[in-house]
Nanobody, 124 residues
């Protein structure tokens, strides 16, 4: 498994932006399909976005399409999530995840490497 460490969370006003980072180590980052998930208090963890090994193909939850952008930098072994036009309902702990093989990109069960999470709070 690859080790993952997220950063970049914080408190932001509605309409603002944040960029989350996830640094990978321990395995070849470019071999992993990567994703972002989030979990709000009292709710189940949900899919946010995913990106292919090459970075060419991306997938987003409908709730974040047009506002969030996932990207990766293989040289820096880092995954990013640019979040714009943030809403209070985006408040959650955000987790990055990775897997060598993923058939259903938005399925939590497909990912076997997880970070510890970073808190994002959007105030109204």
């Amino acid at each position: 498994q690859v080790q993952l460490v997220e950063s970049g969370g914080g408190l932001v006003q509605a309409g603002g932006s944040l960029r989350l980072s996830c640094v990978a180590s321990g395995r070849t980052f470019s071999n992993y399909i990567m994703g972002w998930f989030r979990q709000a208090p009292g709710k189940e963890r949900e899919f946010v976005a995913a990106i292919s090994r090459s970075g060419v193909t991306t997938n987003y939850a409908d709730s974040v399409k047009g506002r969030f952008a996932i990207s990766r930098d293989s040289a820096k072994t880092t995954l990013y999530l640019q979040m714009n036009s943030l809403k209070p309902e985006d408040t959650a702990v955000y987790y990055c995840a990775g897997s060598l093989f993923v058939s259903i990109w938005n399925s939590i069960k497909e990912y076997d490497s997880w970070g510890q999470g970073t808190q994002v709070t959007v105030s109204s």
